[in-house]
């Protein structure tokens, strides 16, 4: 209100205002103009990166301009905001989205080619930006496309990482990772000099007594690190709704540089205190699915939470509502455990600085938070060890035992005398050293907790948090199944499919009400159409062709069935299943008889995924796929009838060219280990089928679809236990084809067989964890059974087809129309044009 221009020269102000292109040549004009001035280049020095530059700063000014006009808005609309708080968002490109989302690409594609350039080939200019590790981060990012799409007043806050996910090189077979600088150039994002918040870490707590016998606990004396504001613009699709995500970026606090040090000459040790304050934000850990408890990832995440609610503290109290006001103005959702210290400082806050009574506070922020939960396996559940808290954060550890005792002491009434229970759900596990478990400190503030798939959050229900569903009773657990944002993945990511179901459905309306390509269902059998249909799918597959030509120097054959695996690398998503399928089927095709080879299927297997550095298995995995490759490749016997390619560097910009090339795509994990997954809805959603366990959201899509269009195979989650229990006792048997295939890698067929030494050992003394054993037959022979769909291409491209017209259910509207309705209770607001 203060920095307002006063009332009176508003009109003059309205006058210059800044106005937005609206036509091809508006267009130009802003590209040119940036490239000589922003740029200061000109057309006798204009190369594809600096075009790329210019196209992409004129598109930042429009959607700056709704930007505005959408945070005026909201502002006056006055109504509850909802603040999606995650350490990642896997956002990648953004210059193709926003031209799609602002439905101006057609004219900007002539624009640029106009001007001398391909729009292809400056959409690929673009550094994705890749502050996230999968599944949880990308799931963020199409959150953030729909609560813009769906015109929400939404937040999303997160970390300025200097440094996103490494860039994966395969060096002699192995991966190799390389720091990802983003930032040289990166037209997105604006720094806000002005918004900056002060994070204190270590330090003491002082405690005294006012004058009116209460007790104040002061935290102080400890190191200051200073959180600067960047905001990235996310644009909707078909409004003009541009809602805003911040990202903190971490710096020397400006109090904080030590002139006593660089006075006496102590300059070295001054620097370092100040790199040591950017270090906060510099990297994104690079660990998906596992928690490996360092300082500095705690850092981080104090760090970014209490920025982020110092800054919607700040914006609820400039409306000078009450505090009990408070979640009528604001929701928070957690994204998984990584913020769940936002229950501590919203706490620390009210109580400490705001001077409200304990039960008065706990009220609010209890009536705040929303926790999803994003996974079941122990090992990615988050734990702190109580002295390395202690030591950061003392005024939130006695926080923390503060909660702690009061819910206990209501368990304690409710369940008199059960000690084992108290020991079961307490926040402090008393191992050594004492660990605080993150997750039911998320449970215990929050108003919900979701799971992300039905399967998963019926799980979580039974298994990880059953003692709180007898605390807290049924209602506070709820579910909402994922899904992936049509936007970037069809009609981005494959344009001319989504060309091709707008001619059929008439518009483009699928694209924001998905449950509309049920319409497309009717087309199924239309001779014609199957044609157009299958044809996309070739041109993809053919692009992707050429990719793997150009990158890899292997050819495939365009019409062979693509078989693609892309994901993280992880034990639970069996990779190692899949490529000891493909050893095996290698050694068939080899134990045929020409005439018999002549028969087969010709099939290309493709994987793509980063391993954790750290994850030793995972590195193995992507070795032996490496190392297949290498012989079946160049086995001239084989030839075109198997052919094995591992994509380097798996990202967002290649999933989505390589989601759209699939004939098959690969969802595999142990039943009851993958929470939803996303990248089996993606599949789907661009033609192609699924070979999957009954994991996650495939049960979802297999009742969506119907069970004659998805290849299931594999033990159920209620065995699993039993199962591996028989591991245990040794009762059960190597699969015989998956023995063959350890004893041919033992042969050295795939090189020096002591390299996958710890494959095997997994799968034998290591009690096959991940029941590969278990599953192999069935998934091989359920592979036969794709071979066999896939001979009949008019029975094939009536399932994808029928399929895709199923699918509605799995865009990320539904969900997040899920969340506003049942977990957040907010409201769309208008934004004019
Ligand atoms: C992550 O990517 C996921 C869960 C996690 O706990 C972490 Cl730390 C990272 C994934 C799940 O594995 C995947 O099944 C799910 O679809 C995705 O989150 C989004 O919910």
Known sequence: IESSIPAPLRDKWKKFAATEFSNKEEFQREVVRHVETTLARSLYNCDELAAYSGAALAMRDKLIIDWNKTQQAHTLADQKRVYYLSLE?????????????????????????????????????????????????????????????????????????????????????????????????????????????????????????????????????????????????????GTSTTNNLRLWSSKPSTGEFDFQKFNSGDYESSVRDQQRAETISAVLYPNDNIDVGKELRLKQQYFWVAASLYDIVRRFKKSHRAWTEFPHQVAIQLNDTHPTLAIVELMRIL???????????????????????????????????????????PRHLQIIYDINLFFLQSVERRFPKDRELLSRVSIIEESNPQVIRMAYLAIIGSKKVNGVAELHSDLIKTTIFKDFVKIFGLDKFTNVTNGVTPRRWLHQANPQLSALIKEKLGSYNFLKDLSLLSGLEKFADDKDFQKEWMDIKFRNKQRLAKYIKDTTGISVNPSALFDIQVKRIHEYKRQQMNIFGVISRYLSLKAMTKEERAKQVQRVSIFGGKAAPGYWMAKTIIRLITAVSEVVNNDVEIGDLLK????????????????????????????????????????????????????????????????????????????????????????????PALKEVCEEIQKGTFGEPG??????????????????????ASYLSTHKLVDEAFKDTAAWAHNTIVAVSRMGFFTSDRAINEYADEIWNIDPVKVDN
């Open 89 to 237: 968002f896997l956002m990648g490109r953004t210059l193709d989205n926003a031209l799609l989302n602002r439905d101006i690409k057609d004219y900007a594609v002539e624009g640029v080619s106009e001007l001398g350039f391909r729009m292809e080939d400056l959409i690929d200019q673009e550094h994705d930006a890749a502050l996230g590790n999968g599944g949880l981060g990308r799931l963020a990012a199409c959150f953030l496309d729909s609560l813009a799409s769906l015109s929400y007043p939404a937040w999303g806050y997160g970390l300025r990482y200097r440094y996103g996910i490494f860039k994966q090189e395969i060096i002699d077979g192995y991966q190799v990772e390389v720091p990802d600088y983003w930032l040289d150039f990166n037209p997105w994002e604006f720094p806000r000099h002005d918004i900056t918040v002060d994070i204190m870490f270590y330090g003491y707590v002082r405690r005294y007594t006012e004058d009116d016998g209460s007790t104040v606990n002061i935290w102080e004396g400890g190191e200051v690190v200073q959180a600067l504001a960047y905001d990235v613009p996310i644009p909707g699709y």
């Open 351 to 393: 109580v400490d600085k705001e001077h409200l009574d304990w039960d008065t506070a706990w009220n609010i922020v209890t009536e705040t938070f929303g926790y999803t939960n994003h996974t079941v396996l122990p090992e990615a559940l988050e734990k702190w060890s109580v002295p390395l808290f202690q030591n950061l954060l």
């Open 755 to 776: 390299v996958f030494a710890g494959l095997i050992h997994a799968l034998t003394e290591g009690g096959d964890y991940y029941l590969v054993s278990d599953d192999f």
């Open 644 to 735: 094995v390619v591992f994509i380097e560097d798996y990202n967002v910009s290649k999933a989505e060219f390589l989601c759209p090339a699939s004939d098959l795509s690969e969802h595999i994990s142990t039943a009851g280990t993958e929470a939803s997954g996303t990248s089996n809805m993606k599949f789907v959603l661009n033609g192609g089928l699924i070979i999957g366990t009954c994991d996650g959201a495939n049960i979802e899509i297999t009742r969506e679809i119907g069970e004659e269009r998805i290849f299931l195979f594999g033990n159920l989650a209620e065995d699993v236990e039993d199962l591996r229990h028989a591991h245990r006792y040794g009762k059960t048997p190597m699969d």
